[in-house]
C-alpha cells in the first residue's frame, strides 16, 4: 500500500511541476503585468514585487526562488486587495469553500447513487425514464442557467429562500440553494453512472448465484451488487471534485458567497495576477490531492487490488 | 458409486417423486421473434436419484434448470408445471421461491470464478446462507461453514473463511460452490455444466465429490452437461434434448448400451474412444441445430436424421414408454445395431 | 451400422445484402428520433442566426429610453421584450446564436487539427516520443482547463480570436487519443504494407484507408465538442470574462438576466431557454451519431 502511495504521489510531481512553471512564466510574459516596464506600477507594490520576485536575479534564480516560495506556500502580495498576501485571501476562503464544495460531493454520491440504483432496478420502466431523463438536463444545463432558474422560482417567486448572500456562515437557509445548485450537475452525472453500473452488475454471475441462494431481493442489491456497482462512482470522485471545484467558482460568484472562487473572479477582473495564479495553483494541488485520497480509497475497497 | 440404484422405489416408482416437470415451456421474447428455449419438457425425479441432461448448445438444457430455479430473465415466461413434493413452484412469487431456493433446492453453475462474488469474503458468501435462512447467529454459522469447508476437502477452512475468490484455484472455488449448495442440505441440487470451465483432472475430482455429497445426505441430482462422459460416471438415469425437448430418456446403461433415437445414437457415436480405429474420419453429426426462433412443425432432428421419414416431419412425435423406464420421441419402432 | 449424415434440408438461409458502413450509419441516425429532433432544432436555430438582422424588427445595440426593461411586445417588434438597457432581446439573442455558435464550430475545428496533428504524430512515431506525449496527454487531461483559459483572459485580453484558440487549445485531448489509435493500428495492418508494395503513393493511402476510418470518430467529436466550447464560452462571458461590448453572447445575456431576474425575468428565461435547448440538441445528435456509427459502443 505504501508503495502504491509512493508511486501515485511521484507521478503527480511532474503535473504540480507542470501547473507551477506555467504559472511563473505566464506571469512574465503577461503584457501589462508586473514585468512590464511600461506599466506603472505603484511604489508600495514595487517594492513588495522586486522582493518577492527577485527581479535582479537572472531567470534561472528567479524560477528557482519561486519555486521555493510556492511549495512554502507563499503566493506573493494580492495585486487588488491592497494589504493582504495571496495566502492569507486563500486562507479566509478555504473554510467556506471548503463547505460548500464537501457538501456537494456528499450529496451527488448520496443522492446520486441513490437514484441511479433505483433507476437500474426499474429499468425501462416510467421511473427510470424520469430519473434519466432529470439526469440528461441536469448534466446539460451549466450551472450559471440552472443557478439563477433555481433562484428566480424559489427565492424571487416562492421567496422561501434568500437570493444570495453567506449571512454569518451558520444560517442554513444561505447555504441550500448554492449547494443544492452547485451538486446538481454531479448528482445528474453520478446517477447515470450508478445506473449503468448497477444494470451491468445485476447481470453478472454472482448476481445469479445469490438469488439462486434464495436472498431477498434487497440483501442481493445491497450486499451483493451495490458494492461492485458503486466502484465506478469512486473512480469517478476525482474528476467529481475537479468538477465542483470548477463550479464553486461560478457559484460562489452567483450568490455572493465569499470564497475562494470569488476572490478567483474578482482576481480575474482586475488583473491581481498574483491572487489569480496562487489560487489555481492551489486549485491544482487540491485536486491532486483528492486524486490521490480516491485511488488509495479504490485500492482499499477492491479486494483483488488490495491484496498486493 | 452411486448409492441411489439400491434405494427403494426408484425402479417401481412408489414412493412420491421428489420432482415432476409436466410439460414445461419456455419461451423469451426477443427483438427477432419468439424464441422457444424449452418446448414441451417432461420429466420426474426421484429422492436420491442422479438424472443427467445432456445435450448440444442450444438444445434447452440449461433453460430447463433456470425454469425449475425461476431465474429466468425478465423476457422469459414458462408454461406448464413444476411440483416439488406436490407444491406448484412454477409462476410462485419471488418471496415465496426465495424460500425455497437455497433451502431446498440450491443450485450450482459452470464458472465459478463469475459465480462468486469477487467483492466479498468466502466466509461470507457461505455464513449469509445460514444466517439468512435459518437465523442462526454469526458465530455459529461460521463454525457451521468451516465444517462445511472441511466436508468438501478443502485444506485449511478456517483461513479459506476469510480469503477471497480470486485467491482460491479453480477446483477450489467449485468446492466452495458445492458447499454453498449443500449448506442447508438440499433436498435437491442442480447442477449447470459445473465441470465444464475445470481442467479434466480437477472435473473428475468434482464429481466425486458430488458422489459423496449424495451418498452422505441423499440429495437428489440434476446434472447438466454436454459431457458424456461426465453422464456415465455419475448418474443413474439420463435425459437427451435436442431443440428443447427430450428426446430420449433411461437409464444410463441402457442408453449407452443400446440407444433407440437416432440423435442419441449419433452423440454416441461421435465420442472418440481410446480404443478406436485412429484411421478415417471423427463421425461427426452433419447440418446445424435447430433455430430455436423458427422450429420446424415435426421433429426438430429430422433434417439432420438418416431415417427420417414424412411422418417424421409433419408433426412432433410424442414422448412415448419402449421398456419399463425408457422412452424416446421418435417414430421409428426400433433402431438396429 | 452408423449413421450417414444427410445433407441439412432446413430452413434456406436468407442472402445477405451488402451494406456500406455510412448507408445503415444513416439509417440507424434517422431511425433515432431525439437526434433528428435535435438536428431539426440546430438547422432552425442557425437559420434565424442567419438571417438574425433580417428577422429583427430593431438592431442589437439599438438603445431605447421609452422602453427601458419591457416585456415582450410584438406590437412595438420587441418579440421577447427588452433588457435593462433598452435594448431589443429578440435580436441580442439571435446576435449571440451567431457568437456562441461560430465560437462553438471554430474552435471544435482548431481543437481536431491540434489533435488529430498531435495523435497521429504521436501514434506514427511510436516509441519513446509516443511516450511522452501521451504522458503529457495524460498529465494536461487531470487538470481543469477552465482555469487555464481564463488565466489566458486575464493575461493576454479579451479579443475573441485569443478566445477561439484558448478554448480549441483545451478540447483536443480526446482527439488527439482517438487518432493515435487508429493510426498505430492502422500503422501494423498489412493492407498498408500490401499497398505500399504495389506501389500506392502515401496520399492514396492516407485518403483512402485512413481517412474513412477516422471520418466517424471525428464526426462525433466536433458534434460533442462543440456544445462544450459553447459552454465554456458561455461560462467565460458569463463571468465578464469572454465577449466585450457592444458584441454579445447568450453567456452575457444569461448573466444580465440573472442581475435583473427579479424586474425582469424574460431577460433571463429566453437566452437561458435558447442555451439549453441548443446543447440537448447538440447532444442528442452528437450520441446519435455515436450510436450510429458505432452501435456496440453502448
Redesign the interface.
Known amino acids: 500500500m505504501l508503495s502504491f502511495v509512493a508511486k501515485r504521489l511521484l507521478g503527480a510531481v511532474?503535473?504540480l511541476f507542470?501547473?507551477i512553471t506555467?504559472a511563473f512564466f505566464?506571469i512574465r510574459?503577461?503584457?501589462g503585468?508586473p514585468f512590464d516596464s511600461e506599466r506603472a506600477v505603484p511604489p508600495e507594490i514595487q517594492e513588495n514585487l522586486n522582493r518577492v520576485y527577485h527581479l535582479d536575479q537572472p531567470l534561472v534564480g528567479q524560477y528557482w526562488l519561486y519555486l521555493k516560495s510556492v511549495l512554502g506556500g507563499n503566493f506573493g502580495p494580492s495585486f487588488s486587495y491592497k494589504d493582504y498576501s495571496v495566502t492569507e485571501l486563500i486562507w479566509s476562503g478555504f473554510p467556506v469553500s471548503m463547505e460548500l464544495g464537501l457538501t456537494a460531493v456528499f450529496l451527488a454520491v448520496l443522492i446520486g447513487g441513490s437514484l441511479g440504483a433505483l433507476a437500474a432496478l426499474k429499468q425501462n420502466r416510467s421511473a427510470d425514464y424520469t430519473i434519466m431523463t432529470a439526469a440528461?438536463t441536469g448534466i446539460?444545463?451549466?450551472n450559471?442557467?440552472m443557478?439563477?432558474?433555481l433562484?428566480?422560482v424559489l427565492g424571487?417567486y416562492l421567496r422561501v429562500l434568500p437570493?444570495g448572500g453567506w449571512g454569518d456562515g451558520h444560517e442554513l437557509k444561505y447555504k441550500i440553494l448554492p449547494v443544492v445548485a452547485l451538486a446538481l450537475p454531479q448528482i445528474a452525472y453520478v446517477s447515470r453512472l450508478t445506473r449503468g453500473s448497477m444494470i451491468e452488475v445485476l447481470r453478472?454471475?454472482?448476481i445469479?448465484?445469490?438469488?439462486?441462494?434464495?436472498?431477498?431481493?434487497w440483501?442481493t442489491v445491497t450486499?451483493?451488487a451495490a458494492?461492485?456497482a458503486f466502484l465506478p462512482v469512486v473512480s469517478y470522485l476525482?474528476p467529481a471534485c475537479?468538477?465542483i471545484?470548477?463550479g464553486s467558482?461560478?457559484i460562489e460568484?452567483?450568490f455572493s458567497i465569499p470564497g475562494i472562487g470569488r476572490y478567483?473572479?474578482q482576481?480575474?477582473?482586475n488583473?491581481d495576477?498574483t491572487l489569480?495564479?496562487g489560487v489555481?495553483i492551489f486549485?491544482?494541488v487540491l485536486?491532486?490531492v483528492f486524486?490521490l485520497i480516491v485511488d488509495v480509497l479504490y485500492g482499499v475497497l477492491?479486494?483483488?487490488l488490495a491484496?498486493r | 458409486m452411486t448409492v441411489s440404484q439400491d434405494q427403494p422405489g426408484w425402479k417401481t416408482g412408489n414412493q412420491t417423486p421428489l420432482l415432476v416437470v409436466d410439460q414445461l415451456e419456455t419461451r423469451f421474447a426477443t427483438p427477432d421473434g419468439t424464441v422457444s428455449a424449452v418446448n414441451g419438457v417432461s420429466f420426474s425425479i426421484n429422492k436420491g436419484e442422479t438424472i443427467g441432461i445432456v445435450g448440444e448448445s442450444g438444445s434447452g438444457k440449461s433453460q430447463v434448470l433456470m425454469s425449475i430455479m425461476g431465474l429466468l430473465p425478465h423476457n422469459g415466461t414458462s408454461t406448464g408445471s413444476v411440483k416439488l413434493e406436490d407444491r406448484e413452484i412454477l409462476g410462485l412469487s419471488r418471496d415465496e421461491l426465495n424460500k425455497i431456493r437455497g433451502t431446498r433446492m440450491a443450485m450450482i453453475f459452470q464458472d465459478p470464478m463469475t459465480a462468486l462474488n469477487p467483492y466479498l469474503t468466502i466466509g461470507r458468501q457461505l455464513t449469509e446462507v445460514l444466517t439468512y435462512h435459518q437465523n442462526m447467529s454469526p458465530t455459529m454459522a461460521r463454525e457451521q461453514a468451516r465444517e462445511v469447508l472441511e466436508q468438501v476437502h478443502i485444506p485449511e477452512p478456517g483461513k479459506r473463511l476469510d480469503m477471497y475468490p480470486h485467491e482460491l484455484s479453480g477446483g477450489m472455488r467449485q468446492r466452495v460452490m458445492i458447499a454453498m449448495g449443500m449448506l442447508c442440505r438440499p433436498d435437491l441440487l442442480i447442477a449447470d455444466e459445473p465441470t465444464t470451465a475445470l481442467d479434466v483432472t480437477i472435473q473428475a475430482e468434482i464429481l466425486d465429490l458430488l458422489a459423496e455429497q449424495q451418498a452422505a445426505t441423499g440429495t437428489s441430482i440434476i446434472l447438466v452437461t454436454h459431457d458424456l462422459g461426465v453422464v456415465a460416471g455419475l448418474c443413474d438415469r439420463v435425459l437427451v434434448m435436442y431443440g428443447g425437448r427430450i428426446v430420449e430418456q433411461g437409464p444410463v446403461r441402457e442408453i449407452f448400451y443400446d440407444p433407440q433415437h437416432p440423435y442419441t445414437r449419433a452423440l454416441l457415436l461421435s465420442m472418440p474412444r481410446l480404443d478406436d480405429d485412429l484411421a478415417g474420419d471423427l463421425p461427426t453429426i452433419a447440418g446445424q441445430p435447430p433455430n430455436l426462433a423458427r422450429m420446424p412443425p415435426g421433429c426438430a432432428f429430422a433434417p439432420r436424421c438418416g431415417f427420417a421419414s414424412d411422418l417424421c416431419r409433419q408433426a412432433v412425435p410424442p414422448l412415448r414408454e419402449i421398456a419399463p423406464g425408457r422412452s424416446k420421441a421418435c417414430t421409428l419402432d426400433r433402431l438396429v445395431a | 451400422m452408423s449413421v450417414t449424415p444427410l445433407d441439412a434440408s432446413g430452413v434456406a438461409p436468407q442472402p445477405l445484402e451488402g451494406t456500406s458502413l455510412w448507408k445503415s450509419a444513416r439509417r440507424r441516425l434517422v431511425r433515432n428520433r431525439a437526434a433528428m429532433g435535435g438536428l431539426f432544432v440546430l438547422l432552425i436555430i442557425g437559420i434565424m442566426a442567419i438571417l438574425a438582422p433580417h428577422i429583427s424588427a430593431h438592431a442589437m445595440d439599438d438603445i431605447s429610453w421609452e422602453n427601458i426593461g419591457t416585456p415582450p411586445n410584438w406590437a412595438d417588434g420587441y418579440y421577447f421584450g427588452t433588457d435593462s438597457n433598452g435594448r431589443d432581446l429578440f435580436a441580442r439573442t439571435l446576435y449571440g446564436a451567431r457568437v456562441s455558435l461560430m465560437v462553438g464550430i471554430l474552435a471544435s475545428i482548431v481543437s481536431l487539427l491540434i489533435g488529430v496533428t498531435y495523435g497521429a504524430v504521436a501514434g506514427y512515431m511510436g516509441g519513446a516520443v509516443d511516450n511522452v506525449m501521451m504522458r503529457i496527454v495524460d498529465i494536461l487531461y487531470s487538470l481543469p482547463f477552465m482555469f487555464f483559459v481564463i488565466l489566458l483572459t486575464v493575461f493576454f485580453g479579451r479579443n475573441i480570436f485569443l478566445i477561439f484558440v484558448a478554448i480549441g487549445a483545451v478540447e483536443w485531448l480526446d482527439m488527439a487519443r482517438i487518432v493515435r489509435g487508429q493510426t498505430m493500428a492502422l500503422k501494423h495492418r498489412e493492407f498498408i504494407e500490401a499497398a505500399h508494395a504495389f506501389g500506392a503513393s502515401s496520399t492514396s493511402i492516407v485518403r483512402r484507408h485512413i481517412i474513412p476510418n477516422i471520418l466517424g470518430p471525428v464526426m462525433v467529436f466536433v458534434t460533442l465538442t462543440v456544445p462544450k466550447v459553447i459552454l465554456l464560452e458561455s461560462f467565460l462571458s458569463f463571468l465578464g470574462l469572454g465577449v466585450q461590448e457592444p458584441m454579445t453572447s447568450w453567456g452575457v445575456l444569461i448573466s444580465d438576466g440573472a442581475r435583473d431576474m427579479e424586474t425582469a425575468p424574460w431577460s433571463l428565461l429566453f437566452p437561458a431557454t435558447f442555451l439549453a435547448v441548443t446543447l440537448f440538441s447538440l447532444n442528442f445528435l452528437g450520441d446519435g451519431l455515436r450510436d450510429a456509427l458505432d452501435p456496440k459502443d453502448r
Do not use: C, W
Not at chain 1, 208 to 217: D, F, I, P, Q, V
Open positions: 511532474p503535473t507542470v501547473i506555467i505566464m510574459l503577461a503584457p503585468g440528461m446539460t444545463i451549466p450559471f442557467v443557478a439563477p432558474l433562484t428566480l424571487v437570493v453478472s454471475n454472482f445469479r448465484t445469490a438469488r439462486a441462494k434464495g436472498l431477498s431481493e440483501l450486499r451483493h458494492r461492485a476525482g475537479a468538477g471545484i470548477t467558482v461560478v460568484q452567483i478567483f473572479i482576481g480575474a477582473l488583473r495576477y489569480v495564479m489555481v486549485y491544482g485536486i491532486i486524486n477492491d479486494p483483488k491484496h
